[in-house]
């Protein structure tokens, strides 16, 4: 079965730091960029961060640059996220998703999202 | 960063009947040197991630109906649900994917039964 498979949300102090895990199994993870959406309790989606296959390109949504950093082990097919000086406004459900093989936009890293996991919680709260 | 909007918030109608959701973007996402649009849209039901409906516009999905259809070109897209079925209550957003970073997501259109 083809799926990804978040972990490591939880509650954190504002300024704090949390590392989010994304396992993927059924599909040759190394071929596919994966990006992370959150959404926020309530409300809708935001892309926030992709990589490419090899890691070689990344993007950030400005609200999280120079904070949040994606990286990826593909001899683990594993997707991580370092979110660092972590701030209420970044509580949200965090899903990684693939990039849809049909539908890749020129930025490898993004493009319809056709396999989604079911998210983790991260709450920054004081 | 493109931003793209949605109408209405919400909508409700009986089963059976159609159901229009329209997505618009603040500038065009068609590329012309593939003469495609960069534009998805995805269903959420509650407390599930969402889901990849229809892809460059008008793609649907592999297993997803044919009730569900997608049009336009350019900054002005439709989703169509052709016969509302009752498993078809969610949020529907659509999304570009023509600009990045970031690609943008709609607001959000809830759909449920009259």
């Known amino acids: 079965e083809v799926q990804l498979v978040e972990s490591g949300g939880g509650v954190v102090r504002p300024g704090g730091s949390l590392r989010l895990s994304c396992a993927a199994s059924g599909f040759r993870f190394e071929d596919f960029g994966i990006s992370w959406v959150r959404q926020a309790p309530g409300k809708g989606l935001q892309w926030v961060s992709g990589i490419n296959w090899n890691g070689g390109s990344t993007g950030y949504v400005d609200s999280v640059k120079g904070r949040f950093t994606i990286s990826r082990d593909n001899a683990k097919n594993s997707l991580y996220l370092q979110m660092n000086s972590l701030r209420a406004e970044d509580t949200a459900l965090y899903y990684c998703?693939?990039?849809?093989?049909?539908?890749?936009?020129?930025?490898?890293?993004?493009?319809?999202?056709?396999?989604w996991g079911q998210g983790t919680m991260v709450t920054v709260s004081s | 960063d493109f931003v793209m909007t949605q109408s209405p918030d919400s909508l409700a109608v009986s089963l059976g009947e159609r159901a229009t959701i329209n997505c618009k973007s603040s500038?065009?996402?068609?590329?012309?040197?593939?003469?495609?649009?960069?534009l998805a849209w995805y269903q959420q039901k509650a407390g599930q991630p969402p889901k990849l409906l229809i892809y460059w516009a008008s793609t649907r999905e592999s297993g997803v109906p044919d009730r569900f259809s997608g049009s336009g070109s350019g900054t002005d897209f439709t989703l169509t649900i052709s016969r509302l079925q009752a498993e078809d209550v969610a949020v529907y957003y659509c999304q570009q994917y023509y600009s990045s970073p970031p690609v943008t997501f709609g607001p959000g259109t809830k759909v449920d039964i009259k």
């Open positions: 998703a693939r990039v849809s093989p049909s539908a890749i936009a020129v930025a490898e890293f993004v493009g319809a999202f056709d396999i």
């Open positions: 500038q065009s996402v068609f590329y012309s040197p593939n003469n495609k649009n960069y």
